[in-house]
């Protein structure tokens, strides 16, 4: 099993609309959690970290269930610039990889 | 910007042979993270660098070695290239935290190795 699995999508969502997506963890000991961004041919850029009781920053939401190991992301009143890969990504405890999601690409039309 | 810088960008090799890349990390961090991201995949963990020593390693076979140097810039070389080794290259540089944990990672724009 992967330590780290996303729905690739893609999702493809009208400009104002709102697009929400998972990914789980396999290693239930991770204790931290981040989103980040990587647009076509870019490198990853950290969009948040994910903490226990969920948090926000403008537009995205995202959240984490513990029990059930997984995070979510929500974007709303999506932009054409949200259009990208959104890379979930787990730290476990004293380890100092970070383990990647494959992505979920969102594209956002006119 | 995050200040990282790597070079080449992009480059073209045969099996066979052997590469290196190089990495600038941003000002002030300590620590240097080499990741192999293969087209439509999640970057994956080769090994990272602190204080000039490989801190940890993730499931890249010896072929794959590196250096850290004094002012935390860092080589990744990977000898006796093999088609699979095509791929975007990604130097990340952090901050070990306290908890032993790695803070946020401030990535490159990567190096892209095509082996043909």
């Known amino acids: 099993r992967k330590e780290v699995e996303q729905d690739p999508g893609p999702f493809n969502v009208p400009e104002g609309a709102t697009v929400a997506f998972n990914c789980t963890y396999s290693?239930?000991?991770?204790?931290?959690f981040f989103w980040y961004r990587q647009d076509c041919r870019k490198e990853p850029k950290l969009l948040m970290s994910?903490?226990?009781s969920g948090n926000e920053d403008g537009r995205f939401t995202a959240q984490l269930n513990r029990a059930s190991q997984y995070i979510s992301l929500l974007i709303r009143d999506s932009k054409l610039s949200d259009s990208a890969t959104y890379l979930c990504?787990?730290?476990?405890?004293?380890?100092?990889?970070?383990?990647f999601g494959a992505g979920t690409t969102v594209t956002v039309r006119a | 910007e995050t200040g990282v810088t790597q070079s080449p960008t992009h480059l073209i090799k045969t099996r066979g042979q052997q590469v290196t890349l190089r990495c600038s990390s941003q000002?002030?961090?300590?620590?240097v993270s080499w990741y192999q991201q293969a087209l439509g995949q999640g970057p994956q963990f080769i090994f990272q660098?602190?204080?000039?020593?490989?801190?940890g390693r993730g499931n890249f076979p010896p072929r794959f070695s590196g250096l850290q140097f004094p002012n935390y810039s860092s080589e990744l070389n990977v000898n006796a290239l093999e088609l699979d080794d095509s791929a975007l290259y990604l130097c990340?540089?952090?901050?070990?935290?306290?908890?032993?944990?790695?803070?946020?990672?401030?990535f490159g724009e990567g190096s892209r190795l095509t082996v043909l």
């Open positions: 990340a540089s952090s901050l070990v935290m306290t908890s032993g944990n790695t803070g946020e990672l401030f």
């Open positions: 290693n239930s000991a991770s204790q931290s």
């Open positions: 994910v903490y226990s």
């Open positions: 990504v787990v730290n476990a405890p004293n380890d100092y990889k970070l383990s």
């Open positions: 000002s002030g961090h300590n620590t």
């Open positions: 660098y602190y204080r000039e020593e490989e801190n």
